[in-house]
């Protein structure tokens, strides 16, 4: 019996039904994995990494936030890149479309799926655990695709180096996806985004050829950037397998202060005046008053300050020894300073359970945007105020990397396929001049708002380079290019 058919038995909600459906694979679709496809891909990963039992492959098509998912035929593990490059030929010489996956944490319906999609095959990077030791001379690592960023951290750790990518889901996102979506995350503002720390890939394109560009070298002007290409193409153009990445050296120390403001505005204007000279800043972060208490509520966290002020931002900043603080603010503010390890962790535990406190109310409509510095107030008021044109709007919130402009805009009431919520919020992205995805990717989620904030000129572009190394259209088909 299937995982599906026992919920229908016990008497599942109308929401769980209508996911099942969404799921479900036609007995004809599967058909189509015939005897001689499914022996073929045994024959190169082993039977343990073929799955196909409806039990089995059901939650590689779902994704973390719960909003998305959609059927999938088989889930594929291979181990090395030879082993994907022929389960590649064998998926695409079948016709079978093909969709390679990290940890399922991308927010916007790309590393899953869509309901109306046809089945496809899951590509799963979650063997390709390649982790070579720290390139002292060059600091740099060449890492698999399936390395999770908290593991890539804590091996250049050890090593006396940091990754210049951190973000929340860290525990499960993959070095693979977060190249694939170009991640951002809480240090943008200090090392940037994950394009600024790729140095070459390796990559299965849709082929079955293998690109391998690992050698690290700094300068390298010989044509066409593949390795830049490859960043934030989710999944569309191929399957990275590894990346050669930059490391940096940690931070002599730090300090982390939660500080009260007024609104973004204020938090901005505390930003550029609080890092003194020899110091650099390390992450800013804002959360609104109600999604705070949210937060507190959901984690059993104290309200961290003596006041009530309308946002709360996290800033930090690098120290000159531990124990010592360079943040300059002014001496009216709400502020509490960490610097110990236990203490700044604390502090970041306010932000980082941001993502799960509001998932905690159910399906949200995640937008992950960016607008122009100053923008930020005007965004969210007006955003709201467009909202109250739809009845079933229970709450909106607003957090995100204050530093880079980038708002994480949640929206929790309306049905996960209510699309009115996603025109409204993207159409008033676009009129405040910003992006409709600041670092979480298109997927099928923004796929059909991409002209919102890309020309004509820039998507036929885009389109050539998909149909020149994808001719059939068969890698991830619908993310992105809709
Ligand atoms: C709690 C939480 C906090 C988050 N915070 C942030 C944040 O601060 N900043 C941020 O940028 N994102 C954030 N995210 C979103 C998410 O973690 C990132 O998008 C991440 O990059 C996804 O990595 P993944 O391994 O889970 O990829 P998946 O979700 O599995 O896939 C994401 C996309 O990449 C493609 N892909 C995956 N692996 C490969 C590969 N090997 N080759 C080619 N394409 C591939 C997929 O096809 C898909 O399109 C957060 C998510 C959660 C749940």
């Known amino acids: 019996m299937t995982e599906g058919r026992a919920r229908e038995d016990a008497g599942v909600s109308d929401e769980v039904r209508v996911r099942d459906d969404q799921m479900r694979v036609p007995d004809d679709v599967r058909a189509a994995l015939d005897d001689g496809v499914r022996v073929a891909l045994v024959e190169v990963v082993g039977a343990g990494h073929v799955l196909t039992d409806p039990?089995?492959?059901?939650?590689?098509?779902?994704?973390?936030?719960?909003?998305?998912a959609g059927p999938v035929l088989a889930v594929v593990r291979p181990g090395t890149t030879d082993?994907?490059?022929a389960v590649v030929r064998i998926c695409v010489d079948a016709g079978l479309p093909v969709l390679p996956q990290g940890g399922r944490t991308g927010l916007v319906g790309g590393s899953?799926?869509?309901?109306?999609?046809p089945p496809m095959v899951v590509l799963s990077t979650v063997r390709l655990q390649r982790l070579d030791p720290v390139d002292e001379a060059a600091g740099q690592v060449t890492a698999g695709a399936g390395v999770t960023i908290a593991a890539l951290h804590e091996h250049a750790r050890a090593a006396g180096w940091m990754y210049g990518v951190d973000l929340a889901a860290r525990d499960s996102c993959t070095v693979g996806g977060t190249i694939g979506t170009n991640a951002g995350g809480i240090r943008v503002c200090c090392y940037g985004m994950?394009?600024?720390?790729?140095?070459?890939?390796?990559v299965v394109l849709p082929d079955g050829s293998v690109i391998s560009h690992l050698g690290g070298l700094l300068k390298d002007n010989t044509g066409y950037d593949l390795a830049g290409l490859m960043v934030g193409s989710e999944g569309t153009l191929g399957v990275v397998t590894a990346a050669r990445l930059a490391l940096h050296r940690p931070p002599r120390a730090s300090a982390v202060a939660l500080v009260g403001v007024r609104d973004a505005s204020h938090g901005l204007e505390l930003v550029a005046s609080a890092v003194p000279d020899g110091s650099r800043l390390l992450a800013a972060e804002i959360v609104d008053a109600p999604l705070l208490q949210v937060i507190?509520?959901?984690?059993?966290?104290?309200?961290?300050?003596?006041?009530?002020?309308?946002?709360?931002?996290?800033?930090?900043t690098e120290s000159p020894a531990p124990g010592e603080v360079a943040l300059d603010l002014?001496?009216?503010?709400?502020?509490?300073?960490?610097?110990?390890?236990?203490?700044?962790?604390?502090?970041?535990?306010?932000?980082?359970?941001?993502g799960e406190a509001v998932t905690a109310f159910g399906i949200t409509h995640r937008f992950d945007v960016t607008v122009p510095h100053g923008e930020w107030d005007a965004f969210v008021a007006d955003a709201t105020q467009r909202l109250a044109a739809v009845d079933d709007v229970a709450h909106v919130f607003s957090f995100g990397h204050l530093a880079d402009g980038n708002i994480h805009f949640e929206v929790i009431g309306p049905a996960a396929d209510d699309d009115r919520v996603d025109e409204i919020v993207l159409r008033c992205v676009a009129d405040h001049g910003g992006s409709i995805s600041a670092e979480h990717g298109v997927g099928r989620a923004k796929a059909p708002y991409l002209h919102y904030t890309r020309s004509p000129a820039e998507i036929a572009a885009m389109r050539a380079v998909k149909n020149a190394l994808d001719p059939q259209g068969l890698f991830n088909p619908g993310a992105l290019l809709a």
């Open 194 to 202: 994950t394009r600024r720390q790729v140095v070459g890939v390796e």
């Open 296 to 316: 507190c509520d959901h984690a059993s966290l104290p309200w961290p300050l003596p006041s009530r002020p309308a946002h709360v931002m996290v800033i930090e």
């Open 330 to 354: 002014p001496d009216d503010l709400d502020v509490v300073v960490a610097v110990d390890a236990v203490d700044r962790a604390r502090f970041w535990d306010y932000r980082d359970r941001a």
């Open 55 to 68: 039990d089995l492959t059901t939650p590689y098509g779902e994704d973390w936030s719960g909003r998305f």
């Open 83 to 85: 082993e994907v490059a």
């Open 112 to 117: 899953v799926p869509g309901a109306g999609d």
